[in-house]
Nanobody, 124 residues
Framework: QVQLVESGGGSVQAGGSLRLSCAAS????????MGWFRQALGKEREGVAV????????YYADSVKGRFTISRDNVKNTLYLNMNSLKPEDTAIYYC?????????????????WGQGTQVTVSS
């Protein structure tokens, strides 16, 4: 079965950086689109970034564009999210997700598998 396990969350001051990782198993990793989502306390879950199966296409939410970078390693079956210039409003639980569709489309829809999440807290 599909398993997604996030790591790398923590507490950081505004302006700092963090790198999230997501280890995937139980399926052919390179055949699925991957993404990062987040949910802040009291708010709905929102898309952060999406990456195509081969890593050549990416799509970002406007709120993180230019600060966050999504990448993947199809040998290590691992997804990454490099987060720079962090702001207090980036505080949330961050989730890794898999989209069981090899076709690329710049959208946060179609994700059917989710990790358990990792907390990111940015203090001012």
């Amino acid at each position: 079965q599909v398993q997604l396990v996030e790591s790398g969350g923590g507490s950081v001051q505004a302006g700092g950086s963090l790198r999230l990782s997501c280890a995937a198993s139980g399926y052919t990793y390179s055949h699925y689109g991957m993404g990062w989502f987040r949910q802040a306390l009291g708010k709905e879950r929102e898309g952060v970034a999406v990456i195509s199966t081969g890593g050549g296409n990416t799509y970002y939410a406007d709120s993180v564009k230019g600060r966050f970078t999504i990448s993947r390693d199809n040998v290590k079956n691992t997804l990454y999210l490099n987060m720079n210039s962090l702001k207090p409003e980036d505080t949330a639980i961050y989730y890794c997700a898999a989209r069981p569709n090899p076709l690329w489309y710049a959208s946060f829809s179609g994700f059917g598998y989710w990790g358990q999440g990792t907390q990111v807290t940015v203090s001012s």
